[in-house]
């Protein structure tokens, strides 16, 4: 079985501040890990993945994430928000085994304040 | 552009009432699964393919059936309408055997059931 949890359901930085939401996943074999980011009235877009090559992984828009096995974490981070990053954001696993399918978190709205 | 195609994009439906979600994509994908997204939950998978003639159930699979005869489509059908049923349905699909591999997403269809 697999599942995540993304840590608050709304987050609210300043542009230019630095971005920060929080994903624990659970998964009885190694995760495939990804990001997707969905703009309103948009389908998702995949940020980035973690396929258990570098731990730390870069991702499109200037995102990156990194891979802790020890935390069981994958936390999402941008080192200067953007007004363009408002959307939601998603955090999914998936692995090799079984149905081999996304198993998503809740969600993440980001907020960015001029 | 290569991609998936979900159509209608929008659509509103008496309870009681049937209709079919369509879904193609041109990338010769063999996964293919549906999504219902519901606010705060996340997107959660109803029915996927692994192929042409096999499909499976997901996490929540009632009320829709599916089928797939060919590689390239893959119909999701509500046969009796209820208001619970109100969300927006994504398709996505990817290369069987490689759930490393993103998946790719439809634009999604918001049903409203009155």
């Known amino acids: 079985a697999q599942s995540v949890t993304q840590l608050g359901s709304h987050v609210s930085v300043s542009e230019g501040a630095l971005v920060l939401l929080r994903c624990n996943y659970s998964s009885s074999v190694p995760p495939y890990l990804f990001w997707y980011v969905q703009y309103p009235n948009q389908g998702l877009q995949l940020l980035l993945k973690?396929?258990?090559?570098?731990?730390l992984v870069k991702g499109i828009n200037g995102f990156e994430a990194e891979f802790k096995k020890s935390e069981t974490s994958f936390h999402l981070t941008k080192p200067s928000a953007h007004m363009s990053d408002a959307a939601e954001y998603f955090c999914?696993?998936?692995?090799?085994?079984?149905?081999?399918?996304?198993?998503f978190g809740s969600g993440t709205r980001l907020q960015v304040q001029p | 552009n290569a991609g998936v195609t979900q159509t209608p994009k929008f659509q509103v439906l008496k309870t009681g009432q049937s209709m079919t979600l369509q879904c193609a994509q041109d990338m010769n994908h063999e996964y293919m699964s549906w999504y219902r997204q519901d606010p705060g939950m996340g997107l959660r998978l109803i029915h996927y393919?692994?192929?042409?003639?096999?499909?499976d159930q997901g996490e929540v699979p009632n009320g829709y059936n599916v089928s797939r005869s060919t590689t390239e489509d893959f119909p999701l059908r509500l046969l009796s309408a209820a208001p619970s049923q109100t969300s927006v349905y994504f398709c996505?699909?990817?290369?069987?055997?490689?759930?490393?591999?993103?998946?790719?997403f439809g634009s999604g269809t918001r049903l409203t059931v009155v």
């Open positions: 999914a696993v998936s692995s090799y085994m079984g149905r081999r399918a996304l198993t």
């Open positions: 393919s692994v192929g042409a003639g096999i499909t």
């Open positions: 996505a699909s990817r290369l069987t055997g490689q759930p490393n591999y993103g998946y790719t």
């Open positions: 973690y396929t258990s090559a570098a731990t």
